[in-house]
């Protein structure tokens, strides 16, 4: 039998597995750096299905291996979630892991416990079928997310020196094929006044009038961002998003004033370029020179579940891959396999765990995942059971599609 029907047939017969696997995962709440008991379940399951190689990273993902190929391909699963918001928005309890109609229910089953419970049945048929291929398959369950995205594939990157060949994120896209996402950095752009007696305003420099003037600049600044050269990304934008002014008294002239700017980045567009940007238009709308705004990156310090020492700037690198590059090929050919026909080929409005693994570090990547992006964080959080069967099958095959694409 071909490797193709044997992955689809499997994906079948274990399909309500991989739903009760998803719902035991919803069962366990996993807020982000809360992620040790989800973490420990993960390691039973993946040890029970004979995986290689199950152990858990100094920031607390894990990490499952299968195969001992030379090349590794790396699937990636974030299994932190964000939390249940209003709880009376919930027509059920959000962690109750429900099973009815087709449907998983509860918070995380679209982000992205889904694409995790996908990931461990695709490990379990790789075992039975015996994979020992030109790759190792890494499956990692990462954590924080949620909360700084990337960080923890930076940290098995940098620290743990596990740079994959290929990535594929499991995050949400409705099994549709994405090679790209826009990037995201913060920015804390700060400008000088000079205080005087509020009787007197004639004497001073007021950093709230610097301040309205260099908000509106960043309007204008928004309005000038143009699209990547293909506008497969769409162009790029800047929200100010916290105004703070200062001054000795509140009947003083305010002489120092703080803007915090979200800015999402296109294709081409770097934390260097944004900065240069900011400080541009700010010192134009203000009137000082560029080098007395100080523009800087703030960083994310939250310690995690293991309490690792890590952190990094708030800054997610974009990320792209044509579509002809081989990974992108490589998932159009395994999806066609398993169903004749091509997936859609689309990108991510959200920001992933890609932006360090391929943003920073340039592993070439693709999404696939169960679950549709707008489930993502809303209250009646579901996921299709339909969806898990189609990416446990999707990723089991894709080691094979890759070598039969490294070779044509
Ligand atoms: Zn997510």
């Known amino acids: 039998m071909e490797m193709n029907t044997t992955i689809l047939e499997r994906a079948r017969a274990y399909r309500d597995d991989t739903a009760r696997v998803l719902s035991d995962l919803v069962k366990i709440t996993s807020y982000s750096g809360k992620e040790e008991a989800v973490c420990r379940r993960i390691v039973e399951m993946c040890e029970e299905y004979g995986f290689d190689e199950v152990r858990i990273d100094g920031l607390g993902s894990v990490v499952a291996r299968v195969g001992k190929g030379p090349k590794k391909l790396a699937i990636d699963g974030h299994v932190d979630t964000v939390e249940v918001g209003d709880p009376d928005a919930w027509n059920k309890d959000p962690f109750s892991g429900d099973i009815a109609g087709g449907l998983v229910y509860g918070r995380g089953t679209s982000d992205q416990k889904g694409g995790a419970a996908a990931m461990i049945t695709a490990g379990r048929m790789l075992k039975e079928l015996g994979y020992d291929g030109e790759f190792s398959v890494y499956f990692t369950f990462t954590v924080m997310e949620e909360d700084c995205d990337g960080m923890c594939w930076k ?19 409705s099994c549709r094929l994405y090679r790209g996402h826009r990037g995201r950095m913060e920015m804390m752009a700060r400008l000088k006044g000079v205080s005087s007696h509020g009787s007197a305003p004639e004497r001073g420099v007021s950093a709230a009038y610097k301040a309205a003037r260099a908000a509106l600049a960043m309007e204008k600044l928004n309005e000038d961002l143009q699209p ?40 081409g567009e770097d934390a260097d370029l944004a900065i240069s940007q900011v400080k541009r238009y700010m010192a134009e709308a203000v009137g000082d020179p560029e080098d007395e705004i100080e523009v800087t990156m703030p960083d994310y310090t939250k310690r995690g579940w293991r309490d690792a020492d890590y952190g990094q700037e708030l800054y997610f690198p974009t990320w792209k891959i044509p579509e002809e590059h081989e990974v992108v090929q490589a998932g159009i050919a395994a999806y066609e396999s398993l169903y004749g026909k091509r997936p859609v080929v689309d990108k991510w409005t959200f920001s992933t765990n890609l932006v360090a693994s391929t943003g920073r570090h340039k592993v070439p990547a693709i999404g696939f995942g169960p679950g549709d992006e707008d489930q993502a964080h809303a209250p009646n959080e579901i996921t299709r059971v339909e969806d898990l069967e189609i990416c446990s099958a999707f990723y089991a095959m894709l080691p094979y599609a890759l070598e039969v694409g490294a070779k044509a």
Not at 159 to 172: A, M, N, Q, R
Not at 244 to 258: I, L, R, T, Y
């Open 228 to 267: 990547d050269d293909d506008n497969f990304l769409g162009k790029g934008t800047i929200v100010v998003s916290q105004v703070d002014v200062k001054g000795p008294s509140q009947c003083a002239v305010p002489d120092q004033a703080m803007l915090y700017l979200d800015r999402r980045l296109t294709w």
């Open 155 to 173: 940290y098995l990157i940098e620290e743990e020196g596990l740079k994959p060949d290929f990535i594929v994120s499991t995050e949400p896209t």
